[in-house]
């Protein structure tokens, strides 16, 4: 592995992504302990931004950076600049752009389910409504630049916005023309003529990402009419029919003229989180954590490979070197820094500069190292002196005067010698095994979450079928008239139930027709409401008579049945004939569904659900449109004809 290009207090270990905007980077930041902790690293160095303009305006923004803090918020650890070049440094972040995110899927052809759109740009639009709840200066923190770029999705199905601090830079920046279509597009139109942020612009921006994320299509220009006709005529990617009809509406809510929109991202919030829960949909972060692993599985493993690799580096001369750096040399925005970084070249034509290899950077002078040692040495000296002469009379230390916070004297300790190489090694393990066993209890922790929601679901059901049997087993039994008379038996020595039921069992029956040769047995007496009144003058030894089985419910047209004795299924007499998704059909998928349907009494289909998971593409829909215009011959029990659910099986297959 190739030794890291040094930014400023920064190592770049790699790059990740390139974009309009500038670059991203894992890199390390190097303290006097050596690596202190890993960072995601975004230099905007992007065509057309003007240095000077957008590093004054990120400047000012640091305020921001340290008073936002919220779980769809990148962290910031830092905000600078190097020579020319200013960048924002975030907490490490292992997953993709939303950019990249959507380009892989098109790749793959792999269409991003509803779902996983909802629930992305739901956590924008949290994430933008809790910086507006924010102030900083007595002023609510507004956003204004929220494009792909800046949305980051983690391997572990989270979403992050980033880019508060450099917002209203980069929309400066887009305002004189320095992004094309693939930025502007994300954009309110407002944004692109210079005015004022507003608090409803970045309802646009999000308005825009979902847009995209359903359709798999980007936003094109305004047609002449607006967007009203474009979002009715949009279909989802994965499934293929038209947009639920609360999204279409607040998409065309969203997507029209500032004093037509909607008023700000904490009413579109609020919208978007109840049309999600009207429209029963099911996003969560674990089932958008396996998608991310799905499309990236090998970029994942590799970077996990990588991380391994990053462990051995021998980061000994740089932390030296940090260690003994003037404290001025790390002030953010001094373009007069001298930190050692090597020469980057800067590609011709583009005003991206990428970093060059080991061996293409100019030759480093060791005199730096040399005069470092040299001020360690003057220091433990000067420490020395203090030792000796700070004493008083008794023995006693003298009372310290103040001191200036800004430049505390250094201690002796301070000159001790940097930490070994497997020191760094083993802090380095330490926090990836750190982050290892956060991933782990926080996939253990979502796993645990729906394992849960399955056994109350379970049982849930378990009571309702139990609720359902009770209810069967207290139906009144037939009317005592109604009944054929049961003939009586030859001999009895004991008074039974006159009127039985005609539902009793052939063995009872049997027993009340015995010969009437065979020795009498006392008969327990039943009462109506079905307790045995015990015989106290039948001898201890006699055997009592079996008791009556309880009365079968009787059956009834329309009742609700399961298979068993006397019980035949639904037959089908109509063809299943299902329509192909023009999504499936375009992306070339096939698919088998099976769906659950009741059939009442007359063979009609009046409910219909699918069972298993969902396929997506259109599969589902299509399958359970097809299953409710199935004709059937009703189900019969006993030859009386009942309701029964039945299980079909559509088969998707193109010719």
């Not at 905000?79 to 790749?107: C, F, M």
């Not at 917002?167 to 004189?176: D, Q, S, V």
């Amino acid at each position: 592995m190739q030794i890291p290009e040094e930014f400023g207090q920064y190592l770049l270990l790699k790059k990740l992504t390139e974009d309009p905007l500038g670059e991203t980077f894992r890199a390390g930041k190097v303290g006097r302990d050596g690596l202190e902790r890993v960072v995601l690293l975004r230099v905007f160095n992007g065509r057309g931004l003007d240095a000077e303009g957008f590093a004054q305006r990120l400047g000012a923004r640091t305020p921001v950076q340290q008073a936002l803090r919220s779980p769809n918020i990148g962290s910031g650890v830092d905000v600078g600049r190097v020579r020319n070049y200013s960048y924002v440094a975030y907490d490490y972040i292992s997953g993709k752009n939303l950019a990249t995110l959507a380009a892989q899927a098109t790749k793959a052809r792999l269409p991003i389910p509803p779902d996983h759109a909802l629930l992305i740009v739901e956590r924008l639009a949290l994430a933008v409504a809790v910086a507006y709840e924010s102030r900083v200066e007595d002023e609510r923190v507004l956003h204004g630049f929220v494009v792909p770029h800046l949305v980051m999705v983690s391997n572990e199905g989270e979403t992050r916005l980033l880019g508060f601090e450099a917002a209203p830079g980069l929309r400066e920046a887009a305002a004189a023309g320095a992004f094309g279509p693939e930025v502007t597009r994300y954009l309110a139109p407002e944004a692109l003529t210079s005015a004022a942020v507003a608090k409803n612009d970045d309802v646009w921006s999000l308005a825009a990402i979902l847009f995209e994320l359903l359709t798999g299509e980007p936003l094109p220009a305004p047609p002449p009419g607006g967007y009203g006709a474009l979002v009715d005529a949009a279909t989802l990617a994965q499934e293929g029919g038209a947009l639920a009809a609360p999204v279409a509406a607040l998409l065309k809510k969203s997507l029209v003229p500032r004093a037509e929109r909607v008023a700000d991202v904490v009413s579109w919030h609020k919208a978007l989180s109840k049309l999600m829960i009207d429209g029963q949909y099911s996003p969560t972060t674990f089932n958008l954590a396996f998608f991310m692993h799905n499309l990236f599985r090998d970029e994942i493993e590799r970077e996990g490979q990588e991380l391994q690799a990053e462990r051995k580096l021998d980061l000994s001369e740089r932390v030296v070197r940090a260690a003994h750096a003037p404290a001025a040399a790390a002030a953010a925005f001094d373009t007069r820094e001298q930190t050692g970084v090597r020469q980057a070249p800067v590609r011709e034509g583009t005003g991206v500069f990428a970093y060059g290899t080991a061996a293409a950077a100019p030759k480093r002078s060791k005199a730096p190292l040399w005069i470092g040692l040299a001020a360690a040495l003057l220091l433990a000296a000067g420490g020395g002196g203090w030792l000796l002469f700070a004493r008083d009379a008794g023995g006693k230390p003298k009372a310290r005067e103040a001191r200036n916070a800004a430049a505390p004297p250094v201690r002796p300790k301070a000159a001790a010698a940097a930490p070994t190489q497997a020191q760094i090694q083993a802090q380095i393990n330490a926090m990836i095994e750190q982050r290892s066993k956060e991933m782990e209890d926080k996939y253990r922790a979502q796993t645990d979450e729906q394992i849960r929601a399955l056994q109350k679901q379970l049982e849930e059901s378990r009571r309702a079928a139990a609720s359902a049997s009770l209810a069967r087993d207290e139906r009144p039994a037939p009317a005592a008239a109604s009944a054929p008379p049961e003939p009586k038996p030859a001999a009895r020595t004991a008074a039974v139930d006159p009127e039985p039921s005609r539902s009793d069992d052939a063995d009872t029956r049997a027993a009340a027709q015995a010969p009437a040769q065979q020795p009498a047995v006392p008969v327990p007496a039943v009462d109506r409401g079905g307790a045995a009144a015990a015989d106290t003058t039948a001898p201890a030894s006699t055997a009592a008579v079996p008791e009556p089985a309880p009365a079968a419910p009787e059956v009834r047209v329309g009742d609700l049945v399961s298979g068993g004795t006397g019980v035949i299924p639904p037959q089908r007499l109509s063809d299943l004939r299902a329509v192909y998704p023009r999504a499936a059909e375009r992306f070339g998928k096939t698919a088998t569904v099976s769906v659950r349907v009741l059939v009442d009494e007359n063979g009609k289909v009046t409910q219909a659900e699918r069972i298993g998971n969902k396929v997506g593409f259109g599969f589902d829909e299509a399958a359970v449109d097809a299953a409710r215009r199935v004709n059937f011959r009703p189900a019969t029990k006993e030859g009386v004809r009942v309701k029964m659910w039945h299980t079909l099986r559509v088969d998707f297959k193109q010719p």
